[in-house]
């Protein structure tokens, strides 16, 4: 019987290695796996390379591991929320790398990366600093920014409810970048709020089809809404 | 500047909502773009779309309603109106991206002449965020600017050349400031209207860069 379940947060990242990519799903709070991110910090890996649109707050999650000198780079769109210190001090230490790419851009190399293809032409950038150092190619009279597609070893992703099979449902605006980094890590690991027997979830609700997961967790939270 | 000359940043929102129609698809930048989502109303059929997944966003909700699963781009608490929906973020660019969104509302340092966009990193600071900014910018039908006329120092935040870092070229179409509503022409910038209390002498002393001014509005 396929059964994708682990049994602890400890065993959900375990593999997670020293200088490992990392893709961490998420919009501020909302579809961050935090709990999963805990369990990084613990497990006590370091040089990492994260992924995501966010580098964290305050001091938790991604923040977490930059205060604790678990990160070599970012590669985000947004580092700067308000009380995010931790990757701004990183970062003008040079402790941390910080790769900027913008938000569509981002979603879209981690698809590619996901989906086999071989990077993304996209007009988001052109003719700024944004695009300084990337190839510029020209296609049917248009000029686009060539960005190269993002895979990951671990993507570490938020969801609702999963099957044992791995199949993933997203509550509200938890989806974010969280189906996509499913699709791009070799190893892809959901925490989720609920588990349930295979034939529970209706096909027609399955966001992230079970073949992208690896490891489903459960973690109780506590109820914040 | 005196509080009976212009218009406040309510009513540049309110001027805005003006040139808005029933069953555009719209985005609000952070900033003064966000004021708007408080004067919609559902009969008035504009959708609002959040970068981080949401078509239908909603004002925000009294404090024991909030949902972390619904925010906006800000990643303040919001609501769903009848109607929202939720989607992942390559489908919410693609929306953006793709030329399907019809106004997308966003603030800025400056905007040039050829409407030129700056509006995620002041000049020589390390660390910025861009977000969603140069995705919106270059995908939107039509990029609509909110904005002071001049900076707290008084300097021109329209110009010949942006001296920020840009977000986008020769993207914004319209601007709308404290002191007059401008549009972005082939032929560069054409005075559209004037808040109450300026004259055209004033908002051309207050803009680095030609301004046309049809008979219309004055000239």
Redo the contacts between chains.
């Keep these: 019987m396929i059964d994708k379940t682990v049994p602890s947060l400890e065993a959900a990242v375990q593999g997670l290695d020293d200088g490992m990519v990392v893709m961490v799903g998420g919009f501020g709070d909302s579809g961050t796996p935090h709990e999963l991110l805990n369990a990084v910090l613990e497990r006590g890996c370091r040089d990492l390379t994260i992924i995501s649109n966010n580098a964290g707050d305050g001091d938790r999650g991604i923040a977490a591991l930059i205060l604790h000198h678990r990160v070599r780079k970012v590669i985000c769109s947004f580092p700067t929320t308000a009380h995010n210190h931790a990757v701004r001090e990183a970062v003008e230490r040079g402790e941390v790398e910080l790769e900027l790419r913008p938000q569509g851009t981002l979603a879209e190399c981690i698809r590619a990366g996901g989906a086999g293809l071989g990077g993304v032409l996209t007009p988001t950038g052109l003719d700024t600093e944004l695009a300084e150092g990337k190839p510029v190619y020209e296609l049917d009279g248009r000029r686009y920014v060539v960005e190269r597609p993002l895979r990951a070893d671990f993507a570490l992703v938020r969801g609702w409810r999963a099957d044992r099979w791995g199949n993933v449902v997203y509550r509200y605006a938890q989806q974010n970048f969280n189906p996509l980094m499913a699709m791009a890590g070799r190893c892809t690991v959901v925490q989720v709020d609920h588990v349930h027997e295979v034939g529970e979830i209706d096909p027609m609700h399955v966001h992230t089809p079970g073949i992208f997961v690896d490891r489903v967790v459960r973690v109780e939270r506590e109820v914040r809404r | 500047m005196s509080a009976t000359r212009g218009w406040t940043e309510a009513e540049i929102a309110r001027r805005v909502l003006a040139d808005l129609w029933e069953g555009a698809y719209v985005n609000l930048g952070i900033g003064m773009p966000l004021l708007l989502n408080e004067l919609l109303t559902p009969e008035m059929g504009i959708i609002l779309h959040?970068?981080?997944?949401?078509l239908g966003m909603g004002p925000a909700p009294p404090p024991d309603r909030?949902?972390?699963?619904?925010?906006d781009a800000g990643?303040a608490h919001v609501t769903?109106i009848p109607g929202a929906s939720?989607?992942?973020?390559?489908d919410?660019?693609a929306m953006?991206?793709g030329g399907h969104l019809d106004v997308a509302l966003l603030g800025a340092y400056q905007v040039s002449m050829r409407g030129d966009l700056a509006n995620w990193k002041r000049p020589g600071q390390?660390?910025?965020?861009?977000?969603?900014?140069?995705?919106i910018s270059?995908?939107a039908r039509r990029v609509w600017v909110m904005m002071r006329h001049l900076t707290r120092d008084g300097e021109p935040r329209l110009v010949r050349e942006c001296t920020f870092?840009?977000?986008?070229?020769g993207v914004v179409r319209r601007v709308y400031t404290d002191m007059a509503v401008v549009d972005v022409t082939p032929e560069g910038l054409r005075l559209a209207e004037l808040a109450p209390g300026y004259t055209v002498a004033d908002v051309v002393a207050a803009t680095d860069a030609p301004l046309a001014v049809p008979e219309s509005v004055g000239g």
């Design positions: 959040s970068e981080n997944g949401i909030r949902d972390d699963d619904i925010v990643k769903l939720v989607f992942h973020s390559a919410s660019f953006l991206r390390r660390i910025a965020g861009v977000g969603g900014a140069a995705d270059v995908g870092p840009l977000t986008a070229r």
